[in-house]
T-cell receptor, first 109, second 111 residues
Framework: KNEVEQSPQNLTAQEGEFITINCSYS?????LHWLQQHPGGGIVSLFM???GKKKHGRLIATINIQEKHSSLHITASHPRDSAVYIC???????????FGTGTSLTVIP | EPEVTQTPSHQVTQMGQEVILRCVPI?????FYWYRQILGQKVEFLVS????????KSEIFDDQFSVERPDGSNFTLKIRSTKLEDSAMYFC?????????FGAGSRLTVL
């Protein structure tokens, strides 16, 4: 069973498009993380949120605790945004993380 | 900017051999993690470590795995007797309870 589900699995967009990646989780969480994994494999943390909304540059992350759902939005997408975006939920019963399978984003110039 | 460093970047070993993967977390961080990513699959949680002891571990983290913080700076993952299915990228991360900082990963290939 997957505690964290992401959609879509793959996404291709034209440069400049607005992008949304969705994450649903079935476990109780203390925080939800959005991560970016580059083609070389390195992982960068984009956001950690437990409620509401956070914004950093062209990236926006939202979470709805009642619906157990989070979204990552990218405004004015750019080819350098091409990466795998991963949703990870930190359990509220301990210090364990559950990962989604990732969304592979390709932004075409 | 401080970063998490991992060594080696790539290790090739024979099945049955012991492997130690090393991580140097960010110095003022208190929480440390090991994750595994088998090629083409999702990242999986292995273990979290706080206050010099394991705080949580997954089903994957069985008796062949162990973690240590031997000298107050390094954080190691030991695999006692490697199996073919241990071939993966292993990521270390540390945090001060905010966002996690990931190392670049150690790729383990078991032959």
């Amino acid at each position: 069973k997957n505690e964290v589900e992401q959609s879509p699995q793959n996404l291709t967009a034209q440069e400049g498009e607005f992008i949304t990646i969705n994450c649903s989780y079935s476990v109780g969480i203390s925080a939800l993380h959005w991560l970016q994994q580059h083609p070389g494999g390195g992982i960068v943390s984009l956001f950690m949120l437990s409620s509401g909304k956070k914004k950093h540059g062209r990236l926006i992350a939202t979470i709805n605790i009642q619906e157990k759902h989070s979204s990552l939005h990218i405004t004015a997408s750019h080819p350098r945004d091409s990466a795998v975006y991963i949703c990870a939920a930190r359990s509220n019963t301990g210090n364990q993380f559950y990962f989604g399978t990732g969304t592979s984003l390709t932004v075409i110039p | 900017e401080p970063e998490v460093t991992q060594t080696p970047s790539h290790q090739v070993t024979q099945m049955g051999q012991e492997v130690i993967l090393r991580c140097v977390p960010i110095s003022n961080h208190l929480y440390f993690y090991w994750y595994r990513q088998i090629l083409g699959q999702k990242v999986e949680f292995l273990v979290s470590f706080y206050n010099n002891e394991i705080s949580e571990k997954s089903e994957i983290f069985d008796d062949q795995f162990s973690v240590e913080r031997p000298d107050g700076s390094n954080f190691t993952l030991k695999i006692r007797s490697t199996k073919l299915e241990d071939s993966a990228m292993y990521f270390c991360a540390s945090t001060d309870r905010a966002a996690q900082n990931f190392g670049a990963g150690s790729r383990l290939t078991v032959l």
